[in-house]
């Protein structure tokens, strides 16, 4: 039974940072997963920020955090984090971690994400 719990979120101003994490557990392949993060802003959509393969290939899905969030992983750990800094006001929303339901090559199509973290807030004032 594969968990994802992710913590860090809080109440920033703009400007501020935040550091989440996510923390994987019950993944009994032996490989690891693409993971990645998405948000949630109030009355949007869900939308993939960053994602993260398995070697540690980044990509980042929405063009206005590029340069100020990083994505990075701990295979040994288990372990996912994404650096946020500069933070905007357009950044407040429910971020969410997501772990592919299988190791493979590439990281799969947002919706195919097989599980998903319970999320956590952020709020930029």
């Known amino acids: 039974h594969v968990q994802l719990v992710e913590s860090g979120g809080g109440s920033v101003q703009a400007g501020g940072s935040l550091k989440l994490s996510c923390e994987m557990s019950?993944?009994?392949?032996?490989?690891?997963?693409?993971m990645g993060w998405f948000r949630q802003a109030p009355g949007k959509e869900r939308e993939e920020v960053a994602e993260i393969r398995a070697g540690g290939a980044a990509r980042y899905l929405v063009d206005s955090v590029k340069g100020r969030f990083t994505i990075s992983r701990d295979n040994a750990k288990n372990t996912m984090t994404l650096q946020m800094d500069n933070l905007k006001p357009e950044d407040t929303g429910m971020y969410y971690c997501?772990?592919?339901?299988?190791?493979?090559?590439?990281?799969?199509?947002?919706?195919?994400?097989?599980?998903w973290g319970q999320g956590t807030q952020v709020t930029v004032s």
């Open positions: 019950g993944y009994t392949y032996t490989g690891k997963p693409c």
């Open positions: 997501a772990a592919d339901h299988k190791p493979r090559s590439n990281c799969p199509s947002p919706a195919d994400f097989g599980y």
